[in-house]
């Protein structure tokens, strides 16, 4: 267990919340916690810890609740970041009911995310911004007074910057629109290409709410005549004029001279894509696409191909005479010459399309060029604080809650060594065993006759090698109650120096583990615990490494006690 400052203060805090006899004596409870928290007593990683097991305490009445969070409250003022983002996420869990506590408590702690936002530790800011990120998901504007603390600086890493343009874009209102606006449009000019296309595209996010401002700014970045600009700024362009429909004049306007700049595979998708369904307002529409005709060949992507079929037939239908020519040139290559069979296919549907008749042509391709009501489908609702309290001060705001599932079921349903739990925090602990409890485990009968030893050498290769090459030596069913915590059974098996070499998650059904213990003359014993939910017993085999009948009955002794000390704080 990490160190906590004083094993006084642990042996208190096991009783405070495992003793039953304290728990129900509130006043001897408050007194015992007022102990266990005194700041004197404990260093940051102490509080850190105090703070993470007492989300496993469930207050039996409100004004426990709030006699809890007032003994706690000085939590929040520490100047340690894991103390007080602990101290946050208990405070939202036991808060769960009452959202105005939860308000007031992540405005308090809005101090100290701004100051770790600001670290010179990188890792430290990067989950800051995280969790800003996830409270705005709850909090609207909760930081847009202090939107100037996300402005990044020349120095910081990639991954960081990106993080506070994501916040930044979050925080616009009409207040600070144009100063954030400005901001960005900075970093559109960027050394690095990367994060100046991350920039255009937030102020294409942006633009859903303020269209005029930023398409004048996405305008001005064209005159630069940058290929990674240009490409963004037109890919922007296509999305916006989809969602904002007012903007499709200006944009149209502003597209001509893109085509001798844009190389790249998304950018020219844009372009004709814009060319063709609003090529009616450009001029030059159909000479840009004929280039394109004329380059088929060479064009490497049959994303761009297929785009450009699309858009030239779309744009026949407004401007026959100048398409006509050019689009029968295009259908004869990509109908008799293109390998791709993706492209012949496009090509072959068109031309038999085209066969059918002209209305047909329009009923198929004349859908609508722009749909306003995608843009509330993509606004996410506000959420409750409650749907991630729980995921607060952990991975999961870091990687986000599908990825960080992905990576946590892919460690396997059985590893070796101690059990992990998936909202890995800054400090984490295991279940703790109650005194009274530890000391039945240590009191083991007939400590003569078996000495066990710690083995730490024993690798679960070893294990797997000579549980294959022995026989059972003893097998018996234990009554157990509820699912196992591995942390407290593992706990509690380190106490009498019994080694876990593999076990299963809390949950795991059916759950097993595998155990090996060693005592001082050298004899194994190698142990499968294995849980059926449905009959609710736990089935116990045993081999030995030398038959000893005396030798075995004191082990079993030895593990009986500890399961039936675990079985009783599960029961």
Request: proline residues 4%; negative net charge.
């Amino acid at each position: 267990m990490p160190y906590l400052g004083s094993e006084d203060v642990v042996k208190e805090l096991k009783k405070a919340l495992c003793n039953p006899h304290i728990q129900a004596d509130r006043l001897r409870y408050r007194n015992v916690i007022q102990r266990v928290i005194s700041m004197s007593k404990l260093d940051q990683w102490g509080q850190a810890e105090v703070l993470n097991f007492l989300l496993r305490y469930q207050p039996r009445s409100e004004e426990e609740l709030f006699d809890i969070l007032n003994l706690l409250d000085s939590f929040l003022k520490s100047s340690s970041p894991s103390v007080v983002m602990g101290a946050t996420k208990l405070f939202l869990i036991l808060a769960k009911k009452f959202p105005h506590v939860q308000t007031d408590v992540l405005m308090r702690v809005k101090g100290p995310l701004l100051a770790a936002c600001s670290s010179e530790s990188r890792e430290l800011c990067f989950a800051a911004l995280c969790h800003v990120r996830q409270i705005l998901h709850s909090l609207p504007g909760h930081f847009s007074s202090h939107y100037k603390k996300f402005f990044c600086s020349y120095s910081e890493p990639h991954y960081i910057k990106l993080q506070k343009v994501e916040v930044l874009c979050e925080l616009v209102n009409d207040e600070n629109v144009q100063q954030v606006l400005e901001e960005l449009r900075g970093y559109c000019t960027d050394v690095s290409a990367d994060f100046a296309q991350a920039a255009i595209f937030a102020i294409g996010g942006i633009a859903r709410t303020y269209t005029d401002q930023c398409v004048q700014i996405l305008t001005e970045l064209l005159g630069l005549r940058q290929e990674h600009i240009t490409t963004v700024v037109v890919q922007t362009f296509r999305d916006l004029v989809w969602l904002c429909p007012q903007c499709t004049e200006a944009v149209c306007q502003a597209l001509p001279g893109c085509e001798e700049i844009i190389q790249d595979s998304e950018g020219k998708q844009a372009l004709i894509w814009l060319l063709g369904v609003h090529g009616e307002r450009i001029p030059n529409a159909p000479y840009v696409l004929e280039d394109f005709v004329e380059n088929v060949k060479s064009e490497t992507f049959p994303a761009v191909k297929m785009e450009l079929l699309t858009a030239l037939l779309r744009l026949f239908l407004s401007r026959p005479a100048e398409c006509q020519d050019m689009l029968g040139r295009l259908l004869y290559y990509c109908i008799e010459e293109e390998k791709d069979m993706a492209v012949r296919d496009r090509g072959l549907f068109y031309y038999r399309l085209l066969l059918v008749g002209m209305n047909e042509v329009k009923r198929v391709l004349c859908s609508p060029t722009s749909d306003p009501s995608l843009g509330l489908l993509e606004d996410q609702a506000e959420r409750p604080v409650n749907s991630w309290a729980s995921d607060f001060n952990t991975l999961v705001p870091v990687y986000g809650k599908a990825r960080w599932a992905t990576i946590f079921k892919c460690q396997g349903t059985e590893h070796c060594g101690p059990e992990l739990s998936h909202t890995a925090s800054f400090a984490t602990s295991g279940h703790l065993i109650p005194e009274e409890n530890k000391e039945r485990v240590q009191e083991l009968p007939d400590s003569e006759a078996l000495m066990l030893i710690s083995n730490s050498q024993l690798t679960a290769e070893y294990f797997e090698k000579t549980w294959l090459s022995h026989e059972v030596a003893h097998q018996q069913v234990l009554p157990w109650q509820g699912e196992v915590h591995p942390d407290t059974l593992q706990m509690a098996l380190q106490v009498v120096n019994i080694q876990t070499i593999a076990m299963s998650r809390a949950g795991s059904q059916p759950w097993k583990a595998y155990l090996s213990a060693q005592d001082d003359t050298g004899c194994l014993f190698l142990t499968e615990l294995l849980l059926e939910p449905e009959n609710s017993k736990m089935h116990i085999s045993v081999k030995q490494s030398e038959a000893r009948t005396e030798t075995l009955t004191s082990f079993m002794s030895v593990l009986e006690t500890v399961i039936g000390t675990i079985g009783d704080i599960k029961s």
